[in-house]
Nanobody, 126 residues
Framework: QVQLVESGGGLVQAGGSLRLSCAPS????????MGWLRQAPGKEREFVAG????????RYADSVKGRFTISRDDAKNMVYLQMDNLKPEDTAVYSC???????????????????WGQGTQVTVTS
């Protein structure tokens, strides 16, 4: 079992930036593929960004490409989601997720992630 703890959500104006952080509790990142997914009110959870366990392969939803950057720092045991040029439509609960995958494949669907954090609220005002 892997427990994930997120931090960094908040309220920001459109055009602003936030950085979300995620860390596994009680263990190292190791061969975990890490992802960020979000769920807006009344909508299904959707993939935002993911990075493989080596930090080589990243994938992004089209809606955030060029604005969001996912990264991992295994020395600090942290995963980050840097969100720039935020838009009101980015408002959602953002969840950190993980899955064991030594192949270097980054999942883009909810079912491809096994472990989940509790989520952190991001609200972008216009």
């Amino acid at each position: 079992q892997v427990q994930l703890v997120e931090s960094g959500g908040g309220l920001v104006q459109a055009g602003g930036s936030l950085r979300l952080s995620c860390a596994p509790s009680g263990r190292t990142l190791g061969m975990l593929t890490m992802g960020w997914l979000r769920q807006a009110p009344g909508k299904e959870r959707e993939f935002v960004a993911g990075v493989d366990w080596r930090g080589v392969t990243t994938r992004y939803a089209d809606s955030v490409k060029g604005r969001f950057t996912i990264s991992r720092d295994d020395a600090k045991n942290m995963v980050y989601l840097q969100m720039d040029n935020l838009k009101p439509e980015d408002t959602a609960v953002y969840s950190c997720a993980a899955n064991w995958d030594f192949r270097g494949v980054v999942g883009t669907t909810t079912r491809e992630y096994t472990f989940w954090g509790q989520g952190t609220q991001v609200t972008v005002t216009s």
